[in-house]
């Protein structure tokens, strides 16, 4: 079956770990179009709602629904419609470049070749395509693993500090992939410490703290300023 969406809603969602409770809860809505930040101190929650959001965690009460999918009777092809770049990348670092995105690709049952050279080109690393990866920085990991998670075109793109390890010029680069995919209707949600590079790329700031949600505003410039000023008020 193929499915897609064009939102996708938390509905009072908690979730526990024995006595924690990670996430109290939350609810929310994130549309086609969205580039949501979703901040918070360490132990916020955002992981938790990050895998939630990608079907890898069941909420302990509340819904997630997909458009009018949910994941109960629809998880498998809900996950081909998402995209997650996770702390852990999920790569082969005794493969090739080239090798690893042929991999997912043949996966995700998609044409290898153009698909392949396209993500290599978006990663920056075409002269490299038959490198192993043990052999690349973080930052050349990092954009090889995000060109990995878009390689079936998702419409629900999940970011955990997708920044991490990357040089200025590689910052722009990624920053302005998100903005066309958020511009081509995918719906993205990224999960950041670092405020200064959510200044100006987020369109939504969902802050979160202690596992409950504090706040859902349009964002403005001056991210840290407008953080700062909701987490002292709670």
């Known amino acids: 079956m193929t499915v897609d969406f064009d939102h996708v809603e938390l509905a009072d969602v908690s979730r526990h770990f024995g006595r924690r409770r990670a996430v109290s809860h939350v609810s ?23 895998g ?5 965690v069941a909420p302990s009460t509340g819904s997630i629904s997909y458009g009018n999918l ?11 419609r998402i995209g997650v770049l996770a702390h852990e990348l999920h790569l082969y670092p005794e493969l090739t470049a080239r090798q690893n995105l042929e991999f997912f690709a043949r996966m ?26 043990l052999g690349f920085s973080r ?7 995000l060109e990995r998670a878009l390689l079936h075109k998702p419409t629900l793109v999940l970011l955990d500090e997708p920044f991490t390890g990357l040089d200025d ?7 302005d992939r998100f903005r066309r995919l958020a511009a081509d209707g995918a719906i993205v949600v990224l999960a ?6 959510a200044d100006g790329l987020i369109t939504r700031m969902v802050v979160v703290r202690g596992g409950r949600l504090l706040s859902d505003a349009p964002a ?8 700062r000023a909701l987490v002292e008020q709670a």
């Open 28 to 50: 929310l809505t994130i549309n086609r179009g969205d580039i949501l930040g979703l901040l918070g101190p360490n132990g916020a929650g955002k992981s938790t709602l990050i």
């Open 52 to 56: 939630m959001l990608a079907t890898l």
């Open 70 to 80: 949910n994941a109960s009777t629809a998880g498998a092809d809900i996950r081909g």
């Open 108 to 133: 995700y049952r998609l044409t290898v070749s153009g698909t392949v050279d396209a993500a290599l080109a978006g990663a920056d690393l075409s002269d490299r395509d038959n490198d192993q990866v």
């Open 139 to 145: 930052g050349m990991r990092q954009r090889l693993a």
């Open 169 to 175: 010029r590689a910052v722009r680069l990624v920053a």
């Open 192 to 197: 950041t410490h670092d405020l200064d590079l």
């Open 220 to 227: 403005e410039r001056g991210t840290r300023q407008q953080y």
